[in-house]
Each structure stands twice: as C-alpha cells, then as structure tokens.
C-alpha cells in the first residue's frame, strides 16, 4: 500500500469515542464522557496531523562485495517524509544470511532512521537488503505501508585461510619469479663454483677460492622463475551439509574455499594461477598474476553451480594443461571422469596434485518415501568403496592424494613432487 490509511487504532478512537458520547446523551450519564474523553483526544489529534505529503522510500548497502563471514550495513533513506513520525523495518531472512537483530525488526523514530546488519555466511550470489518499510504520523492515525523493497545482488566471495607455503614447484618454466629453477641464472640461490668463462660478471668471482687455486673462480645461482598452476574445481554434485563460516562444511565449500586459499598464495608468490571448473557453468578463467586476476578467480569461484557438465570431462587438452604447470585437482573424487583425467595427465608426466574434499561425515542425498534407507546406505557404502580403490589406484601412479585440512595441506606433498621433478623418468607418450 502506497498511501496513506487510517491505522486499526485511530478507527477505534472514533467508534469508541463516538458510541460513548452517544450513550452518554441518550443516558444522561456524565461519568461516559469522562470515559470517552482519552478516545476523542486521540483521534482528534491523529485526524488534525493527517499527512498530506507521500513519502519516498530506499534502501541502500553499505557494500556490494563480500567476503564470507563480513558484515553490512542495510540503511533506510526516507525522502518528504516530514508526516511521518516512526518508522518500522522488517528484514527478510535468506538461507546462509545472519541479521542483526535477529528477527530482523526496528523501529525508531524519525529523523534518526535505525540500521539493519547484514552478514552473509556463506560464498555465492546473494540477494541482501530485502525488507518491508512502514512510516506513521504524528499520534500513530495513519500509516504508510508496508512497502516492500527489493534487496540488491551481493556477490560473496568465499574466505582465504591464512595459508603459506614454502615448497617449491616442481617445474617452473616461467621468467620471473619466486621458485628456484634447475638452471643456472641471476637468481639468488647458490648452485656452486666453477672457473672463470668469457662472458662471467666480475662481481660474481669468488675471492677467496680464486687466490687459493691461482685461478679465477666465479660463484654460480639457480634462475628464480614463476610457474602455473591450474585448480581444477569439481562442481559436478555437492555432497555433505553446509553451515556456512564456522558450521560444517559440504564437499563443495572445502573445494571453493581450498582453490581460494591457493589461489591468493599463488598470485602473491608471483605465479600464474588458472582455475577451470567441471561442472554445469564450464567456468574457466585463464592463466594470470596479479590483484585483479585473483579478483576475477574469486569471482567465479562465487558463482559455481553444482550439476553434471553435459559432456565427458576426459580430454586433456580441455583442460588448458602447459609445460611446467602445477595441476592441483579439488574434488571428492566420486566422478569417473575426474579420476580418469588425474590419471591420464599424470601418465604424461604433468605434476598432478589431488585435494580430497569430501567430508568425513558425509551422508548421501535425501531420498523419497519410496526409497529403502537401509539400500540407499549400502549404495553409498559401496561407493565409498569404490572411490578409496580409485585413490589407491591414483596413488600407485604417483599422483598424491591429500585430504584438505586447512593451512599447510600441501606443503609436504609438492616438496615431494619438486625432489621427484629432479630425477630422471620415463614419460609415457
């Protein structure tokens, strides 16, 4: 309702007022216009400050990204509303959405408008500010609403773990970077000794071991160079509950928020970070550094939607892999298709990374009134079964498996593959 109406207790006022003095004259009792006195004042007042003027109503948010667990702030602006004495805000509640306070409910009055805090609880697109707004007049006679107003599209960018790593690559190929290369180069890493050459900088002799040998000696380094890496999101199904930032975590969030934290490390070490997402939206973001890029993986990390790609996942060349690239595969590994693509890149001598992600206590689907739980438990036993054949089968190629456990999940495993990376080896072509 865009108008202002009379309220339930103004329309009271009058009947009440009106039927006591009526009575009162008909009676003749004195004591009834004493009664109705409180009524008629009321209703006096509220009628003498009828609004004439109609309001304009907005909402606005304080911000229009997020990260998971970061708040807002929700803020009513009212315009020509100088007949409008209070002012009431009910805040819709939407899934992974906490509010302050929490029934989402304020009221105040003007020109002090209260605020409603939003904080979102989970990575995604979310639609936040959505409420419905009542404005009365002086003495609560009329009202002005409830209007609804639309809330506004938040994009949630999932949380980073503080996550640091010291490993090193197994093979970087790249020009500049923070990774210790296997050839020689201007870097800072000692690679050894050996004489003089035509060409060798000065600054680089080594003195002392110069005037012990009677010949001149220069000190050699290792090139620092960046590398790729490419996470591979599996989005295919989501299994497990998710509680959103500080509740339990389905196989998805462990896969969104693991790639996120990598990510950002990545970038910030100077690498070439690319990310492709298996699942219905083919999200792909191709190899960058930088701010903005990591911006623009955390971006599509937010949109992900779960649901079956359309087409088999299988090739290798979809998957953009490079010489030197780091392939770091997030997934509960309940998909043949992504076993086989861990498998066949692993096969043609790519550093291939699996990050389990499902959890621990993950349970499957819902199922219908018609489905036998005590079936629908053994299928998932036997699944599980399954999947643990396909890790193992996955470690005996020499593709690690690791389960996501936060900060430092990973550090072990690519100092293993960067030792591995050194030794000579059979690539099957």
């Known amino acids: 309702m865009n108008s202002w109406r009379a309220t339930a207790a103004l329309g009271r006022a009058v009947v009440l ?3 006591a003095l009526a009575l009162a004259l008909v ?15 009321f209703a006096a007042l509220g009628l003498v400050h009828r609004p004439t003027r109609r309001p304009r109503l907005d909402s606005r948010l304080d ?103 010291r490993a090193e690559a197994p093979q970087p190929l790249g020009l500049v970077g923070a990774h210790r290369s296997q050839r020689s180069g201007s870097g800072t ?24 040998t009677g010949n001149l000696h220069v000190v050699t380094t290792r090139a620092e160079e960046d590398t790729g890496v490419l996470l591979v999101v599996d989005a295919l199904a989501d299994h497990g509950v998710s509680g959103g930032v500080g509740g339990p975590a389905s196989s998805l969030d462990l896969s969104v928020r693991a790639a996120a934290a990598i990510a950002e490390h990545h970038v910030r070490a100077g690498d070439r970070v690319a990310l492709r997402v298996v699942g219905r939206g083919h999200e792909q973001v191709g190899y960058g550094a930088g701010a903005r890029h990591l911006r623009r993986i955390q971006d599509q990390l937010a949109t992900l939607r779960t649901g079956d790609a359309g087409e088999p996942e299988t090739g290798v060349l979809q998957l953009g892999v490079t010489g030197g690239a780091v392939v770091v595969v997030l997934s509960p590994m309940l998909a043949e298709s992504i076993g086989t693509v861990a498998a066949t890149l692993t096969r043609r001598g790519v550093a291939v990374l699996v990050v389990d992600t499902l959890p621990q206590d993950a349970q499957p689907a819902a199922y219908g009134d018609d489905q036998d739980p005590a079936l629908v438990a053994l299928a998932w036993r036997m699944r599980r079964i399954e999947r643990s054949v396909v890790l193992e089968r996955l470690a005996a190629l020499g593709c690690p ?29």
């Open 189 to 212: 890493e000692l690679s050894g000794i050996r004489p003089f050459q035509p060409g060798d900088r000065l600054r680089r002799v080594n003195w002392p071991v110069s005037l012990r």
């Open 63 to 165: 911000h229009g990204v997020l990260h998971e667990g970061q708040g807002t702030t929700s803020r009513l602006v009212v315009a020509d509303g100088e007949d409008a004495e209070y002012v009431a805000r009910a805040a819709g509640k939407p899934a992974y959405v906490a509010i302050r306070p929490h029934d989402g409910r304020v009221g105040g009055l003007l020109p002090a408008v209260p605020a409603v805090e939003i904080s979102p609880r989970r990575w995604g697109r979310r639609v936040l500010g959505e409420e419905n707004v009542a404005l009365f007049s002086s003495w609560a006679g009329f009202r002005f609403g409830p209007v609804r107003l639309g809330g506004r599209p938040v994009r949630v960018l999932p949380t980073t773990a503080p996550y640091d790593s």
């Open 17 to 19: 007022g009106a039927v």
């Open 401 to 429: 498996v690791v389960p996501w456990r936060g900060p430092g999940t990973i550090d072990d495993v690519m100092r293993r593959l960067a030792r591995r990376a050194q030794l000579p080896r059979v690539v099957a072509r």
């Open 27 to 41: 009676v003749g009792k004195p004591v009834l216009v004493v009664l109705a006195a409180p009524f008629v004042t």
